[in-house]
């Protein structure tokens, strides 16, 4: 049997991470891959038949990939920032809040027409986050903290963000109740919760979206997700890991042998550490000592190619400006709070909370240049509230029929002409537009219920009375398992385009 010091399970982007780090150390690495590609959910796709566009298929933006492991590793990632922080218009009004990055004054005007209030409170709020985000993203590529010391480390800050839920917090920020809304829905991505979370669920969510690169900033990258992927398995490459990809894994021993599935042939090897890429609930059907969670994504992707941008119904605010940044459609406070309580009766929320992305404004190079003359555009929907629990109701199909419609009703509430009409023909005559559920999800990539962090959120610090006596337990990446390992978004801090798991799970194998 080959022996490795290290198998690894998986080859999404952290798993890639895990194998550059560990062959760069000089450790021997085999990694599997059970689709045909690397870099699992980060990934780019010819996604429309006859098409030359190469969409994120996925995910889309990146904030938490710190610029330590791109200098570490000799990455060739190039993150765009955006002008725009968002638009959002008003469901019930003609105007809407557009907050420009590069237009302090006009942003000030913005919000005071929804409350003389809010852009001193939004400015206040932020510079919290911000706080938080210096001190804290420093310490993800750290051996865990423990509550206390991290309490130490934020301050007064720590109670308000870590402790209390935050959309209570945020109701007692603000008062107009489209700008709680706008700060609310960061609380909310792929995460089933109500605003007044008790569980605190949305508060780490939450804090995931304001801390990436001491900031909170997400950027769109170069080229799409794809190249983030492609450049880390580039680095691990070069290093020497081995990358094996239609290697479908079977099943791990305790003692770690690892089979795998390969070209329809059974391989058996083992390792001195193996590194999970993949989440616990999957981990827990190859290794049955590890036990399963439970868990459920709670999110709509509706990928689309248009021929243009769509016409807004307010006209204060250009197309390019409204989809320069991320641009929010029925998210407001109350909205979210509703579409919560219909989707936890069984219901497609109507409308539907959506929150839209372009690509191509910032970054055309995902489309060749004969569509990129035509001033065609992609457009990225990532639609809240839409837990996994509806897919048992509804049936797969049917509910990703029926989301779709929601999606587009919801996107032409605020539009001045229906999307249907701008909706790209590919050359088969079928419209670009595809729809994933949790379902979808689940199938693809494996992500379980469709989350799409693998695993519920966890704090970035372990309890003061827990165990940090081993490599594992310090770098949060311990499955109870001897020698093996989460690397992937399981793994504490994971969860997102970060590499986190990746690096921490190479960084405790070298300790250990
Ligand atoms: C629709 C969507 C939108 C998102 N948007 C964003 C975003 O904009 N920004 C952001 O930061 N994050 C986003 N995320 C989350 C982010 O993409 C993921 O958290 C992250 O990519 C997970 O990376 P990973 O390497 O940990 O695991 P994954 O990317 O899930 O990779 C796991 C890999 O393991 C493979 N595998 C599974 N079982 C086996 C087996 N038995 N044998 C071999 N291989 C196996 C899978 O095929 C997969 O390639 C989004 C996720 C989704 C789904």
């Given at each position: 049997m080959q022996h490795y010091d290290v198998v690894i399970i998986g080859g999404g982007h952290n798993a890639l991470v895990a194998a550059a780090y560990l062959s760069k150390a000089g450790k021997s690495v085999l990694l599997l891959e059970?689709?045909?590609?690397?870099g699992g959910a980060a990934t780019s796709s010819y996604?429309?038949?006859?098409?030359?566009a190469k969409l994120s298929r996925y995910s889309y933006l990146v904030s938490l990939l710190p610029q330590q492991i791109i200098e570490d590793l000799g990455l060739e990632i190039t993150l765009a920032p955006r002008r725009y922080s968002s638009y959002t218009p008003n469901p019930h009004g003609a105007s809407g809040l557009l907050v420009d990055k590069a237009d302090r004054g006009a942003t000030k005007d913005s919000f005071d027409a929804f409350s003389k209030k809010d852009f001193e409170a939004w400015n206040s709020f932020y510079s919290k986050t911000e706080y938080i985000a210096q001190r804290l993203?420093?310490?993800?590529?750290?051996p865990l903290k423990t509550r206390s010391e991290i309490r130490t480390l934020l301050g007064e800050n720590f109670e308000t963000?870590?402790?209390?839920?935050i959309g209570d917090v945020i109701t007692e920020s603000f008062e107009s109740d489209l700008v709680r809304g706008v700060v609310m829905t960061d609380a909310l991505i792929g995460t089933f919760a109500p605003n007044s979370d008790q569980e605190l669920d949305a508060n780490r969510c939450f804090l995931y979206h304001v801390i990436g690169g001491g900031t909170g900033d997400w950027n769109i990258p170069v080229g799409g997700m794809g190249q983030v992927s492609g450049s880390i398995a580039a680095a691990a490459k070069r290093f020497g890991a081995e990358l094996v990809t239609a290697a479908k894994v079977l099943s791990i021993s305790p003692t770690r042998e690892v089979e795998y599935e390969l070209a329809g042939k059974h391989h058996k090897v083992n390792a001195d550490f193996v590194l999970s890429g993949i989440s616990k609930n999957q981990l827990s059907k190859l290794l049955p000592t590890i036990e399963p969670e439970k868990v459920q994504g709670a999110q709509v992707k509706v990928n689309m190619l248009l021929t243009r941008l769509p016409k807004l119904?307010?006209?204060?605010?250009s197309p390019e400006a409204a989809f320069g940044g991320t641009f929010h459609i029925n998210e407001n406070f109350e909205q979210l709070d509703a579409a919560f309580r219909a989707a936890s009766r069984g219901e497609i929320p109507d409308p539907l909370p959506c929150e839209i992305y372009c690509h191509s404004l910032t970054d055309p190079s995902i489309l060749g240049p004969e569509l990129r003359a035509t001033g065609a555009q992609t457009l990225t929907v990532f639609a809240l509230h839409m837990p996994h629990s509806l897919v048992e109701k509804h049936g797969n199909d049917e509910l990703r029929e029926k989301a779709q419609l929601a999606v587009l009703k919801s996107l032409n509430s605020v539009l001045a002409e229906p999307i249907e009409d701008l909706i790209y023909r590919a050359p088969n005559g079928e419209l670009c537009i595809e729809t994933k559920t949790t379902q979808d999800l689940e199938d693809a990539l494996g992500l379980p219920g469709g989350n799409i962090f693998h695993s519920p959120l966890s704090w970035p610090f372990v309890e003061d009375h827990e165990d940090l006596a081993t490599p594992e337990l310090r770098w949060g990446?311990?499955?109870?398992?001897?020698r093996v390992f989460f690397c992937g978004s399981s793994a504490m801090r994971g969860g997102a385009v970060s590499g986190i798991g990746g690096h921490n799970a190479a960084m405790a194998v070298l300790e250990s």
């Amino acid at each position: 049997m080959q022996h490795y010091d290290v198998v690894i399970i998986g080859g999404g982007h952290n798993a890639l991470v895990a194998a550059a780090y560990l062959s760069k150390a000089g450790k021997s690495v085999l990694l599997l891959e059970k689709l045909d590609y690397l870099g699992g959910a980060a990934t780019s796709s010819y996604t429309f038949e006859g098409i030359d566009a190469k969409l994120s298929r996925y995910s889309y933006l990146v904030s938490l990939l710190p610029q330590q492991i791109i200098e570490d590793l000799g990455l060739e990632i190039t993150l765009a920032p955006r002008r725009y922080s968002s638009y959002t218009p008003n469901p019930h009004g003609a105007s809407g809040l557009l907050v420009d990055k590069a237009d302090r004054g006009a942003t000030k005007d913005s919000f005071d027409a929804f409350s003389k209030k809010d852009f001193e409170a939004w400015n206040s709020f932020y510079s919290k986050t911000e706080y938080i985000a210096q001190r804290l993203f420093p310490t993800v590529l750290e051996p865990l903290k423990t509550r206390s010391e991290i309490r130490t480390l934020l301050g007064e800050n720590f109670e308000t963000f870590f402790e209390r839920p935050i959309g209570d917090v945020i109701t007692e920020s603000f008062e107009s109740d489209l700008v709680r809304g706008v700060v609310m829905t960061d609380a909310l991505i792929g995460t089933f919760a109500p605003n007044s979370d008790q569980e605190l669920d949305a508060n780490r969510c939450f804090l995931y979206h304001v801390i990436g690169g001491g900031t909170g900033d997400w950027n769109i990258p170069v080229g799409g997700m794809g190249q983030v992927s492609g450049s880390i398995a580039a680095a691990a490459k070069r290093f020497g890991a081995e990358l094996v990809t239609a290697a479908k894994v079977l099943s791990i021993s305790p003692t770690r042998e690892v089979e795998y599935e390969l070209a329809g042939k059974h391989h058996k090897v083992n390792a001195d550490f193996v590194l999970s890429g993949i989440s616990k609930n999957q981990l827990s059907k190859l290794l049955p000592t590890i036990e399963p969670e439970k868990v459920q994504g709670a999110q709509v992707k509706v990928n689309m190619l248009l021929t243009r941008l769509p016409k807004l119904k307010d006209v204060s605010v250009s197309p390019e400006a409204a989809f320069g940044g991320t641009f929010h459609i029925n998210e407001n406070f109350e909205q979210l709070d509703a579409a919560f309580r219909a989707a936890s009766r069984g219901e497609i929320p109507d409308p539907l909370p959506c929150e839209i992305y372009c690509h191509s404004l910032t970054d055309p190079s995902i489309l060749g240049p004969e569509l990129r003359a035509t001033g065609a555009q992609t457009l990225t929907v990532f639609a809240l509230h839409m837990p996994h629990s509806l897919v048992e109701k509804h049936g797969n199909d049917e509910l990703r029929e029926k989301a779709q419609l929601a999606v587009l009703k919801s996107l032409n509430s605020v539009l001045a002409e229906p999307i249907e009409d701008l909706i790209y023909r590919a050359p088969n005559g079928e419209l670009c537009i595809e729809t994933k559920t949790t379902q979808d999800l689940e199938d693809a990539l494996g992500l379980p219920g469709g989350n799409i962090f693998h695993s519920p959120l966890s704090w970035p610090f372990v309890e003061d009375h827990e165990d940090l006596a081993t490599p594992e337990l310090r770098w949060g990446v311990a499955t109870g398992v001897d020698r093996v390992f989460f690397c992937g978004s399981s793994a504490m801090r994971g969860g997102a385009v970060s590499g986190i798991g990746g690096h921490n799970a190479a960084m405790a194998v070298l300790e250990s």
